[in-house]
């Protein structure tokens, strides 16, 4: 491959691009969904092609594709060039400059206990197929679904710079979800969490871990009596957050208002901008004394984990929040430049097709001291949420809303009812300048997501969230007409 | 993306005969996708990402009895084929039998639509910063900053099958967004379909510009039960929920819908009238779905009462019925995805004129199903929202947070207007609304 990665950073200097990449991504995935017994889908995918950034007269251009020859780089290298030039005829006062990093070559491979590739498909079928049969005894169970999936990334990074770089990923994700129906009422439970369960930069060990077995019958259980179970109440109270969907909540409401080029209009049009504006980094009161926010993509198994990003910049830990001040952004090496700073390594593409974008980490909130016990027994009047059923944010990622698959309600220091259709919502500091109590690292945990879309054309990052379960005081819950 | 020939008709469905030839399955279907796309994004004025991307798909099934095992590639060189027919039946021989499956397809006659423009699959990215030039010059005429994207692509579908389905059709596409932007106010508008000549890049901007100058200075109100007048983009996303959410065959069937037990009631207000027709150029035609079956028109509702479904082939053949050609979204079962909502008689004026105190929505941001059988909706107005006093628009308000059942708006809904708009593949028109909820305001 090196020939080609040469081939393209060749043509580019020829052309008088000032600076140029080229990605050469292969992505082989195995999907398996078990639906009401039956195997659903049992699906293999490999994808592979490349893509090249050109920076000309300042401006950028990129073109794409899945023919991987030699003619072919070469003449992607030019269309490359030529859609820079097409931008630069509506450019910007100033040129895109990039902020420094150092020339690298080097291989990165993510830790893997069992490959899933390894693991026989007749075995990860049997397993979901028996979460199924132990989620079967209800008749008001009408849809069971298991699913699983892994993925390996085989990527290569060359620069204009001199960079080199090899990365090969791993990841793993399952879960299992019962949704119950009757008279006029649906409800879902799901395990380790919903949309497809919990995934991670790990290898088949996370399945094992997931005990799934232990949980089908109970998921099912839950679905069954939230039909029947109280509608959650209206009003302002304490809410604790169990460590599932506080990974979405720190999602939405943090982990995307922190991306620089959002900050900078880059996502206007679409996702929208954020409410962090430069003025507030570093002074900012985003949360309370309790609230330390981490981008880390050093993380162990997390599915925001790598080795260097899509610009050759090394994985790195960096404090977002600090004991509720404000501190730091996601950057790029372009976006950095714009503060005066280098880039903290978070330009992520979504395959060979896409330009690398300003994506999260694992983005997570630290661990307290407290006990999810302990926060229980010390509030009066609330209700405990989990597991997350729908998420909306503004476009400046202030107001929220938030619906949870259950909820508990909360009285004078111990766990009452079961609570269906709960919803939260607030605006994103007043919210976590809220937080008075956290979980230690006992009860802290750290979630994949899957599924985060940006950009234009779409993209979808695999992200990750560490958390542990945590206390808001005085949130608007139960909102709207049930 | 640098060789912008498509694949043709004959060797998109040489590759499907031979993928079929090679199967050693009971039966197979295969897939094949052709994408050459484009898109030019800017931002605050100045185009700062700009991309072009080439690619091939196809997804091969291989069936033993009720086993399926599937593939996908983007590699269409004979050995990868190969690889992929052999790889898809040796992962259908590793699992149980799915009861629930009833084969494929057979073939049948496919409409004549032609869903290809040749200046839309021609249409360089010189053109697209022109365009882009076009809007960023009206938005600098009021000192407004523009965003958006001007897309462009062709994509080439083709699906057969081991019992005699072959179906091909090419496809251009371009779309136009914007967002403008002043001190404390945006405004938005957009255009797209098949060809690209028909998007007037000035008139999206100066539409997008007009909401923007509008929507300066606003005022927050609170939150709470308020009239409504609903702008095209915003009910198209109303109505993308409501069918995607009742009117599936395999939802109703499953108890995920709230037509199940209830098709033939008048569910709705009278006026209501809503479709699917993925064959009618107002939107986005295309002669057949992912498993070769024709597109057929399906009334979902008429006069308030809820009618038809939209079936796949599995779905059809468990009701003895025929494919309605919405299918290959597999685990999620049939969707409607041309939808079209029937016009009124009422002008946008005068559904504001009727108004004592409402708000006028220009679209949503961010919307999520809170709960699927009450098609209870959240989610955030964005870029022009207005508030309505004694029949005018008096002033611009911050944005609202909505928890709303689209299943109340349309039963509800006490004018239509007359003119229908393409929003993506949905054509709506306004409404108004005598009551809906918003839940929340925010800052801006």
Redesign the interface.
């Known amino acids: 491959m090196k020939e080609l990665t040469q081939k393209a950073l060749d043509v580019l200097k020829e052309l008088g691009a000032s600076y140029g990449d080229i990605r050469i991504v292969e992505t082989r995935t195995q999907t398996i ?1 078990t ?15 490349f893509g090249i950034r050109a920076l000309y007269d300042g ?9 991987l020859t030699e003619d ?1 780089v070469v ?2 290298a ?2 490359a060039v ?3 030039k ?2 630069a ?4 006062d100033k040129d895109v400059v990039l902020s420094p990093v150092k020339p690298v070559v080097s291989r990165w491979t993510s830790p893997v206990k069992i490959d899933p590739f390894s693991v ?3 075995d990860k ?1 049997a397993l979901l ?1 028996e979460a199924d049969k132990l989620m079967a005894d209800r008749k008001e169970v ?2 069971r679904i298991g699913s699983m999936a892994c993925q390996r990334e085989d990527k290569i990074f060359a620069s204009t710079e001199g960079s080199y770089i090899e990365q090969t990923k791993v990841e793993t994700g399952a879960g299992i979800e019962a ?1 119950a ?1 009757d008279r ?3 409800q879902r439970r799901s395990y380790p969490t919903s949309f497809g369960g919990n995934w991670a930069t790990a290898g088949y060990e996370i399945v094992e871990k997931m005990k799934l077995l232990d949980h089908a019958e109970r998921v099912s259980r839950e679905a069954v009596e939230l039909l029947s179970a109280k509608q959650c109440p209206s009003g302002v109270m304490d809410l604790i957050i169990d460590s599932s969907q506080l990974a979405l909540q720190i999602h939405e409401s943090c982990g995307h208002p922190i991306e620089l080029d959002r900050v ?3 996502e ?5 901008t954020s ?1 962090l504006t430069t003025e507030k980094l570093g002074t900012f009161q985003y949360g309370s004394e309790e609230v330390t926010i981490t981008a880390d993509a050093t993380l162990p198994g997390g599915l925001g984990s790598f080795g260097f990003d899509d610009e050759g910049v090394p994985a790195q830990r960096v404090t977002i929040v600090d004991k509720g001040i404000f501190k730091n952004y996601l950057t790029s090496r372009e976006t950095a430049h714009e503060l005066g700073q280098v880039s903290n390594g978070a330009m992520r593409a979504d395959g060979w ?3 690398p974008i300003i994506r999260m980490t694992n983005i997570s909130l630290e661990p307290g001291d407290w006990t999810l016990d302990e926060m229980i027994k010390d509030t009066k009047d609330g209700i405990l949420v989990a597991t997350n ?8 990622r ?2 929220f ?1 938030f ?1 949870t698959e259950i909820a508990w309600e909360i009285k004078d220091g111990s766990l009452g009812a079961m609570l269906k ?1 709960p ?1 939260y ?1 607030g ?1 994103t500091y007043e919210f976590w300048r809220s937080c008075d109590a956290i979980a230690g690292k006992d009860e802290w945990e750290l979630w994949g997501l899957p599924n985060c879309g940006k950009g ?2 779409g993209q979808v990052a695999h992200v990750g969230h560490g958390a542990s379960p945590a206390r808001f005081r005085r949130v ?1 819950v139960g ?4 | ?3 912008k020939k498509p694949l043709g008709r004959e060797n998109a469905l040489e590759v499907i005969d031979k993928l079929i030839h090679w199967s050693p399955g009971d039966l197979t279907e295969v897939v094949l996708r052709s994408d050459s ?21 196809v ?1 091969v099934r291989v069936i033993f009895g009720k ?9 269409l060189h004979d050995d990868s084929l190969k690889e992929a027919v052999e ?1 898809a039946a040796a ?2 021989k ?8 009833e084969g494929l397809p057979e073939p049948e006659p496919l409409p004549d639509v032609d869903c290809f423009v040749p200046e839309t699959d021609s249409f ?3 053109s ?3 365009a ?2 076009e809007v ?1 010059e009206v938005a600098k005429e009021r000192g407004f ?1 523009a ?3 001007f ?1 462009t692509g062709t994509m080439e579908l083709a699906v057969g099958n081991s019992r005699g389905v072959r179906a091909y059709n090419v496809s251009t596409y371009a779309a136009l ?3 403008m ?1 002043g001190a404390d106010g945006s405004g938005y508008a957009e255009a797209s379909g098949r060809d690209v000549r028909e998007i007037r890049p000035g008139e999206v901007a100066r539409i997008a510009r007009d909401k923007c100058a509008m929507a300066q200075n606003p005022v927050s109100i609170a939150a709470g039960e308020y009239e409504v007048v609903l702008e095209p983009l915003a009910v198209a996303m109303l109505l993308s929920y409501l069918g995607r959410a009742g009117f599936s065959a395999l939802a109703v069937r ?3 819908s709230f037509l ?1 037990g209830r098709l033939g009631q008048k569910l709705f207000d009278e006026k209501f009238n809503m479709w699917d027709d993925g064959l009618d150029p107002r939107g986005f035609p295309i002669p057949f779905d992912l498993e070769g079956v024709p597109k057929r028109k399906v009334t979902l509702v008429e006069n308030g009462v809820a009618k038809e479904l939209v079936y796949d082939y599995n779905t059809a053949k468990k009701e003895g019925r025929k494919s309605t050609g919405h299918g290959g979204f ?2 999620w079962g049939p969707m409607p995805v041309n939808l079209f909502m029937g016009e009124g008689t009422a002008t946008l004026e005068e559904m504001i004129r009727s108004t004592k105190r409402g708000i006028l929505v220009t679209r949503f ?10 098609v ?1 909706i ?3 107005t ?1 870029d022009g929202t207005f508030l309505i006093e004694d029949g005018y628009i008096t002033k611009a308000v911050k ?1 609202f ?1 909505f ?3 689209a299943l109340r708006v349309f039963s509800t809904l006490d004018m239509i207007g007359r003119e229908t708009v393409r929003v993506e593949r949905t054509v709506v028109p306004a409404i108004r609304v005598p009551a809906f ?1 918003f ?6």
Request: no cysteine.
């Open positions: 969904r639906k009401n017994g039956n195997v659903d889908a049992l699906s293999s995918s490999r994808s592979k092609g401006a950028w251009g990129f073109s794409s594709s899945s023919t072919e003449k992607v030019r269309e030529e859609i820079a097409a931008s005829t509506v450019k910007r026989k498909t007749e079928v197929l009408k849809v949704t129906a006029g009422e649906l900078f209009g880059q206007a049009s679409f996702a929208g409410f097709n896409r330009i059923k729908s998420w909306s944010i503004d476009d400046k202030l107001n809303q619906g259709n919803t919502t605006i234009e054309p608007k909102v709207g007409k049930w | 993306m640098v060789d796309t484009a898109l030019t994004r800017f931002t605050k004025n100045y185009i700062h990402q700009n991309v072009a991307e080439r690619d091939y798909t997804t086993k399926i095992g599937s593939v996908t590639t983007n590699f790889d992962i259908a590793l699992q149980p039998p799915n009861e629930e499956f360089s990215a010189k697209r910063a022109l882009v030039k960023v900053e965003s958006g994207a897309s967004s914007t967002v932007m499953e108890g995920r199940t597999r685990g941001h961010y919307t999520n199903m809170a709960h699927p059988l009450k209870l959240t989610g955030m964005r944005n947070r928890t709303e059942s909820n839940t929340g305001v925010t800052e801006f």
